[in-house]
């Protein structure tokens, strides 16, 4: 596609229940990442996939998140009950091997109530 | 490990003025690239300029101009002419060069609101 794509743009969900969060990045991008940000704060970074490698999952903050990447495409981000804390903007973005820079999807909200 | 700090958390100015946000950043690498990204309430995060590390030249992007001070780790943007669309948050952000350059570090960002 033309850009990185997210989807469920918002995402409205009960305390508990598990949800998940897809990003389709730019076609030929082998870097993909993925970026939690809250209301009017910076990025946090959760996780990184790079090629075949292994993901650096060194940002995700509890065993309630995990993320995957299939045929190193697409990636979910799956959140496992919910809390009203992991209320936020996710972001994804995807590079090049030859990293220059990143571009970004338009991100889903997530609002845990 | 890299840091990148964004010393101003909210900045005003008139349209039509300048002004200069600042960054400043750690990193033991000698190779990587810099960003600005812009992040307007439509949340799309936009590149607004970048720098290589190894070019001396500040980087220029029409009315976007930075100042990049490699030895002392510092990179501003500075933005002239102020427009009411460059209302926004403004990110600065450090990616190592190369392959398999891991992930990339984000300053907590600058609000900026231009008034007109």
């Known amino acids: 596609g033309a850009g990185v794509s997210q989807s469920p743009s918002n995402k409205v969900t009960e305390k508990g229940k598990d949800v998940e969060l897809r990003c389709d990045p730019i076609?030929?991008?082998?870097?993909l990442y993925w970026y939690r940000q809250s209301l009017g704060q910076g990025l946090e970074f959760l996780i990184y996939?790079?090629?075949?490698?292994?993901?650096?999952k060194s940002g995700l903050p509890s065993d309630r998140f995990s993320a995957e990447r299939t045929g190193g495409s697409v990636s979910t981000l799956t959140i496992q009950r919910t809390q009203q804390e992991d209320s936020a903007v996710y972001l994804c973005a995807s590079t090049t091997y030859a990293v220059t820079e990143a571009f970004f999807g338009q991100g889903t909200r997530l609002t845990v109530v | 490990a890299q840091t990148v700090t964004q010393s101003q958390p909210e900045m005003s100015v008139q349209e039509a003025e300048t002004v200069t946000l600042s960054c400043t950043y750690d990193t033991s690498e000698n190779n990587y690239y810099l960003f600005w990204y812009k992040q307007p309430p439509s949340r799309q995060m936009i590149l607004v300029i970048r720098?290589?590390?190894?070019?001396?030249q500040n980087a220029t992007e029409n009315r976007f101009s930075v100042n990049f001070q490699k030895a002392a780790k510092s990179f501003s943007l500075k933005i002239s002419d102020s427009q009411l669309g460059d209302t926004a948050m403004y990110f600065c952000?450090?990616?190592?060069?190369?392959?398999?350059?891991?992930?990339?570090?984000f300053g907590d960002g600058t609000t900026l609101t231009v008034k007109p």
């Open positions: 996939f790079q090629g075949n490698s292994a993901p650096d």
């Open positions: 952000a450090f990616m190592k060069r190369g392959t398999n350059a891991g992930k990339s570090t």
């Open positions: 720098q290589e590390a190894y070019k001396q």
């Open positions: 076609s030929g991008h082998t870097a």
